[in-house]
Each structure stands twice: as structure tokens, then as C-alpha cells.
């Protein structure tokens, strides 16, 4: 038996008269909104970025993954508005929190993004409202720092308003999977939290898992994460081995995967890259220590992934003196600064390090990314302005060697091979080339 209140919120979902307000309108946030339009719900989203704000009243997207017709299907529809002023964050019933959850420069985690919307809800909170965190976060971050925030308002978590945790789980730039398509595990701080945030997430996505409570939600998310960093360190250790043993690491995942139970294959790379896997372990190993618990999977992950860029160039530099060259001087492209394939996303990709330490030892560097025109600024980079570089023929031959760091399918790796002296290939991007294999090293 749930509250009048929750019946009323619960009832307003069913009959679409529920308005949707989407906090952070970025990777996570504007999929979010496709997912809840296509379900028949109005949606107000909410950005401090009034660029982005502006953008998407245009009906223009800024994520290219994202189809600027999407948007423009929202508005035409009549069931989408955008708005930086956050005093207006009392006018939709439900309010889902997407903004960034980054580590600060301790490595800890970073909440003020979150802390802040919550100051901003605080002020503007109603009766009756449902307000949800997708942020990836550690546990109880949901009951311990956004509740006492939002009963600043006077008003009470549970009965007056309702508080759930509901991770996201984007793949970006993935078409096998849409926001809609992925179920959603959801934890509430009370029952009929998670009653109104369940019913709100069945209308609007594939399936729901609830559990117990928020804790167990936000746990969820940072175990799936982890998951990864600490099986895709196994296999960059193992590469590392396997290179000098002369045995091709992917050829043995390969191998490995035809096993048609217990294995799942992850593959090594240049480093770890995005917003998700290099970052949110980091949350839950914080919060271990500071019950004085020790999380060494996940720090041993991050050492080992956290090495593989100082790796790859050791290697690159090895394989250029194969072809009696020095690393100083020689010119390198490298290929794809984007963190992951078919993406424009460079945060945390490691393609940067890459390029820092290729400097430092003197490299004449160059990159291409079809999809990154310009080399965006990043804060704990510090690199010369560049363009990217288009991969003709004439300019492959010009260079010493390709790197390549990211595996988007717009890159000619045929050509790349033909045409360039030595293709340094940390993804296996190659593996299909049959030509001119002598020049090509992975690693
Ligand atoms: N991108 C992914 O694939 C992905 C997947 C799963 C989970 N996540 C998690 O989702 C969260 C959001 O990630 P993202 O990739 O969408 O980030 P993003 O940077 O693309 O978007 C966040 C948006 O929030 C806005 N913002 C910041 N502070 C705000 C505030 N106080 N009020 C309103 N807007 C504010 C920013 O301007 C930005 O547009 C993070 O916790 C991330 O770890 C991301």
C-alpha cells in the first residue's frame, strides 16, 4: 500500500501527464530524454551550460553520435523544452540528476557537480516530487549527502518528496544498444520511492531491476565498472607478457573466447579512456579507505592500466629502432584521439599521454581523428595546438610511422599499411590487412 502521494505520482506516469526534468544534458542525459519522449512523456532539461541549452532549442545536437533529427523530433513533437534557470526545477514531477561525478586532483572523488544540483533542487523542491540520481557514484552517497541537501527545502525524503538511485548504463556510440533498450536497476531510500521511481523507468525503458535499497543500486553500478578496469589490467599485464614471449595476445583472446562458457573476452589497449571506467573504481576504493578498508584489485588495476601508455611508447620506440630510427625527430601520426572507436568523446582517453610523452622524447608529432577536428585543450595536458591530419597516401609515405591508438572504422587500414613506413597498431585494428603485414607491430 503506497501514500496518497506516491499514488498520485505513480498515477500521473501512467496517464503521461508527468513531466520528465533531465539534469545535465550531456552523454548520459540526452539519450535519457529520447528514451522518455519516445514513451510519450514531456521533458525539461536542465543544463548550466546555456550554449548547450541554446543548441538544443535550435534542434541541434552537439554529440555526434546523437542525431540532431532526434532533437529536432522532440521539439516538433512538442514534448521537449530546454532552460539554464534552475528556479524552474519545482515545475516537473520527476527530476533524473545526470551531471558529471569526476575524481579532483587528489584523485578523490569529485561530488560538487552533484552537491550543487542539490543545492539548486533545494531551493525549488515541491511537494509530490520524485528526484533521481544516475550519477555514478559510491554508495550511500544517495541517502548520506543528497537528502540531508534537499530536506534543507523544510520538506521531508520519502513521504513529502521521493529519492531514488538509478545508474546509467550508456554505451555510446554503440547501435546495438539505446538508452530505451537497456534494463535499469533502481534502489530507493523507502518503499514508495521505489514505487514511484520504478514505474517511472518501466514506462520508458526495456525492463527494471529494483533492489533493496540505494546502496545496493550504486553499488551495482561501481562493481559493473570494475568489472571492466580490473579484467581489461588482467589482459594489458598479460599482453606485456605475452609481447616478450613473442605470443600475440590477441590471437590467444581469440582463442580463449571460443570457450563457450566461464570466459569472457576483454582486450588490452593503449590505457584506459572515458568518463566511466579510469574514474568511478577510484570512488569505491576512496570510500574503502576511509573506513580503513583496502581495495587492491582496484589500485593494482590502476597501476597496471595506468602504466600502458608509458608501455606502448617504450615499444614504439623499440620498433622504430628496428627500422634504425630514433624516436627523436621521427614523425609520427597518431591515430585516433577519441577515447573508444566512432566516438568524439577525448575525455580521459589516452591518446593524450601518448602524445605528451611522444613530445617529450622528441617526436615530430601529428594526429588524425575524423572525428575530433581539433586537439580540444585538456586540463592535465599540456600540448601544442593541432588539426588533424588526413590520412592520404602522400602524407602516410611522408611519415615514420602511424600509431594507432583508437580503432574507428573511418580509418583505411589497408591503405594506412600501404602507404606508411611501420603501423604501430595497439587494437588489432589490422588484423584483417593482408598486405605489407612486415610493416605492421602490434603491441
Ligand atoms: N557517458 C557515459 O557513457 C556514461 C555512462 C554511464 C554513466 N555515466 C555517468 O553519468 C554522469 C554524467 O556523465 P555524462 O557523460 O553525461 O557527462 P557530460 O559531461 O556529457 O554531461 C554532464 C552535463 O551536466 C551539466 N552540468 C554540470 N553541472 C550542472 C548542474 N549543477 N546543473 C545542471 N547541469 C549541470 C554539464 O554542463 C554537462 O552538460 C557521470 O556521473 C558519469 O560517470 C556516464
Redesign the pocket.
Same mark, same amino acid.
Given at each position: 500500500m503506497v501514500s496518497a502521494r506516491c499514488q498520485s505520482l505513480i498515477d500521473s506516469v501512467k496517464d503521461r501527464s508527468c513531466t520528465v526534468g533531465i #539534469?545535465?544534458?550531456?552523454? $548520459?542525459?540526452l539519450p535519457l530524454i529520447d528514451a522518455f519522449t519516445n514513451a510519450g512523456f514531456r521533458c525539461l532539461g536542465?543544463? $548550466?551550460?546555456s550554449k548547450?541549452v541554446e543548441s538544443l532549442k535550435r534542434g541541434e545536437s552537439y554529440i555526434k553520435h546523437i542525431d540532431s533529427t532526434k532533437i529536432a523530433g522532440w521539439l516538433k513533437r512538442e514534448l521537449f523544452d530546454a532552460t539554464d534557470d534552475?528556479t524552474r526545477l519545482g515545475e516537473p514531477d520527476a527530476l533524473l540528476i545526470? $551531471?558529471?561525478?569526476p575524481l579532483d586532483d587528489a584523485r578523490d572523488p569529485d561530488l560538487s557537480?552533484v552537491v550543487?544540483?542539490c543545492e539548486?533542487i533545494a531551493a525549488a523542491i515541491r511537494t509530490g516530487q520524485l528526484v533521481v540520481l544516475?550519477?555514478?557514484?559510491y554508495p550511500t552517497t544517495t541517502r548520506d549527502v543528497m537528502v540531508p541537501i534537499l530536506e534543507r527545502s523544510g520538506l521531508k525524503a520519502g513521504s513529502d518528496f521521493f529519492v531514488a538511485y538509478s545508474?546509467?548504463?550508456?554505451?555510446?556510440g554503440n547501435p546495438e544498444f539505446s538508452a530505451a533498450g537497456i534494463p535499469k536497476v533502481v534502489g530507493a531510500i523507502n518503499d514508495d520511492s521505489l514505487q514511484c521511481a520504478g514505474e517511472l523507468y518501466k514506462s520508458a525503458v526495456a525492463a527494471i531491476v529494483p533492489v533493496s535499497n540505494c546502496e545496493v543500486a550504486e553499488a551495482a553500478k561501481v562493481l559493473e565498472n570494475i568489472y571492466r578496469a580490473v579484467n581489461i589490467a588482467l589482459v594489458n599485464e598479460l599482453k606485456t607478457l605475452f609481447d616478450s614471449m613473442g605470443i600475440d595476445v590477441w590471437e590467444v583472446i581469440d582463442a580463449a573466447k571460443t570457450k563457450p562458457f566461464g570466459f569472457h573476452a576483454f582486450y588490452p589497449g593503449p590505457g584506459l579512456g572515458?568518463?566511466?571506467i579510469p #574514474?568511478?573504481p577510484f570512488y569505491l576504493s576512496w570510500l574503502a579507505r576511509k573506513q580503513g578498508l583496502n581495495a587492491r584489485f582496484i589500485e593494482l588495476a590502476g597501476e597496471v592500466n595506468r602504466a600502458m601508455p608509458d608501455y606502448v611508447v617504450s615499444r614504439t620506440a623499440e620498433f622504430l629502432n628496428e627500422f634504425r630510427k630514433p624516436v627523436r625527430g621521427s614523425k609520427i601520426c597518431l591515430a585516433g584521439v577519441a577515447y573508444k572507436r566512432d566516438v568524439d568523446?577525448p575525455r580521459e582517453s589516452p591518446s593524450f599521454e601518448l602524445m605528451e610523452l611522444l613530445l617529450r622524447r622528441g617526436a615530430d608529432l601529428s594526429y588524425s581523428d575524423p572525428h575530433v577536428p581539433k586537439l580540444p585543450h585538456m586540463r592535465h595536458f599540456d600540448l601544442p595546438p593541432m588539426e588533424s591530419q588526413e590520412l592520404t597516401p602522400e602524407y602516410l609515405s611522408s611519415l615514420d610511422a602511424v600509431l594507432i591508438a583508437t580503432d574507428h572504422t573511418a580509418f583505411d587500414y589497408p591503405m594506412m599499411v600501404q602507404h606508411a613506413p611501420l603501423v604501430i597498431d595497439t587494437r588489432n585494428a589490422t588484423a584483417s590487412v593482408t598486405r605489407f603485414r612486415d610493416k605492421i607491430r602490434k603491441t
Open positions: #539534469i545535465g544534458l550531456g552523454y $548520459v542525459g536542465f543544463d $548550466v551550460d548547450k534552475m545526470c $551531471v558529471p561525478t557537480y550543487g544540483t539548486y544516475e550519477s555514478t557514484t545508474p546509467e548504463r550508456e554505451d555510446p572515458g568518463h566511466c #574514474i568511478d568523446d
